[in-house]
T-cell receptor, first 107, second 116 residues
């Protein structure tokens, strides 16, 4: 089983709609969790950390479920500029990346 | 402030040839990483340095890959000889103190390798 698993999609989302996706991780001792954003042919950049209590950053909401070992990302009121690949990252002594969820926001 | 600088941005070589990539991390960042990203996949760690010491190289294919960070600043990743399956983007990243805790890796733009 892979350390971090994501459904690559693509997730085709109408502009203004809400999209959500999950990421599962295998190591129950994982310490911290993050979402990165990667634009096409660009380097990954940190989007947000994921806290146990859940956290929001504008239109983005991240949740952590330790019991079921998954984290989620929800994007509200999708913009065309949200089109990117969202990489789930888990820290269990080293940062392990998922393969990403590709989001395509459609006008 | 300058970000992580990598060169070359693109490299095309024939199989069995050697290739080297160079990375200069953000000034003051002691931790340096080399990742490999295949098409449609997330980055996979090859090696992590704390200053000049390689503290995690368990996923580096040591038969053909080597890396060095002699003075604890810039780093070189070498492949010799290259194989077709080495075609990928090689990403360098760096973090300052507490980097793994806050999860913020600063990546360079990457070196895209094509092996023919």
């Amino acid at each position: 089983r892979k350390e971090v698993e994501q459904d690559p999609g693509p997730f085709n989302v109408p502009e203004g709609a809400t999209v959500a996706f999950n990421c599962t991780y295998s190591n129950s001792a994982s310490q911290s969790f993050f979402w990165y954003r990667q634009d096409c042919r660009k380097e990954p950049k940190l989007l947000m950390s994921v806290y146990s209590s859940g956290n929001e950053d504008g239109r983005f909401t991240a949740q952590l479920n330790r019991a079921s070992q998954y984290i989620s990302l929800l994007i509200r009121d999708s913009k065309l500029s949200d089109s990117a690949t969202y990489l789930c990252v888990v820290n269990s002594g080293r940062l392990a990346f998922g393969k990403g969820n590709q989001v395509v926001v459609i006008p | 402030e300058a970000g992580v600088v990598q060169s070359p941005r693109y490299k095309i070589i024939e199989k069995k040839q050697p290739v080297a990539f160079w990375c200069n991390p953000i000034s003051g960042h002691n931790t340096l990483y080399w990742y490999r990203q295949n098409l449609g996949q997330g980055p996979e760690l090859l090696i992590r340095y704390e200053n000049e010491e390689a503290v995690d190289d368990s996923q580096l294919p040591k038969d053909r890959f080597s890396a060095e960070r002699l003075k604890g600043v810039d780093s070189t990743l070498k492949i010799q000889p290259a194989e077709l399956g080495d075609s990928a983007v090689y990403l360098c990243a760096s973090t300052g103190p507490g980097g793994l805790f806050n999860g913020e890796l600063f990546f360079g733009e990457g070196s895209r390798l094509t092996v023919l």
